[in-house]
């Protein structure tokens, strides 16, 4: 009784009974149902923050609002934007931008912050309030932030679904197997098997 099972006895994984008897849980029917989306990164999207447009943003030169180009980098490419600070009601930053083919405008609120050195203006979400970095996803018309973008940053990949956690899963089905295997093998060692250690050895003759 040295080997009771082996892994090669079971090409297309372990039958449902011997994976309860392992404790291994099985996929719930809910979480099957669930459709796999593959996460955004953050490091896919074009970002932008204030200090995109230069410094002094909200200082007019020459009584105009500032205005002019700002080149945002991704990876290897690259995205111009225009830009047009409005001073109203509320001071904003006016975008043109190409995405997706088309040319486009967006108004992005600023939100004034005030430090010792000053006031320094921030992007404002505008669909939750957030203040600070935009994003632009490769799928998208207009910036958001992280959140309401549902980006998340490459480490953070570390879920059952990515091929690390597949692996594990596998990993940890062969340790338990590994484990059990020895677990009656002291039993046999013993001159006496529990009713565990039968059901594991009927089983296991019954399959092959
Ligand atoms: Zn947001």
């Not at 004034?112 to 998208?140: D, E, Q």
Request: aromatic share 14%.
């Amino acid at each position: 009784m040295d080997s009771v099972i082996n892994l090669e006895d079971f090409p297309h994984g372990l039958p449902e009974e011997m994976e309860e008897y392992l404790g291994i849980e099985q996929d719930s029917e809910e979480n099957k149902k669930k459709p796999i989306t593959p996460k955004v990164l953050v490091e896919d999207c074009f970002a932008i923050s204030v200090g995109s447009f230069g410094r002094y943003l909200l200082k007019p030169i020459m009584g105009q609002a500032k205005q002019g180009t700002a080149y945002i980098w991704r990876r290897f490419d690259e995205k111009k934007i225009e830009f047009q600070v409005k001073f109203g009601d509320k001071p904003s930053i006016e975008i043109r931008y190409k995405a997706r083919g088309h040319h486009l405008t967006q108004d992005i609120k600023l939100s004034l912050g005030f430090t010792p050195f000053g006031v320094r203006p921030y992007l404002v979400c505008w669909l939750c309030g957030h203040r600070g970095k935009l994003y632009l996803k490769p799928n998208a018309h207009y910036w958001a932030c992280r959140g309401c973008n549902g980006l998340t940053y490459d480490l953070q990949t570390y879920k059952k679904t990515t091929v690390i956690g597949f692996l594990r899963y596998k990993l940890y089905r062969f340790f338990k197997l590994n484990l059990m295997k020895l677990a009656v093998k002291r039993i046999d060692y013993a001159g006496k098997y529990t009713r565990k250690a039968r059901a594991v050895m009927a089983f296991a003759k019954n399959v092959r």
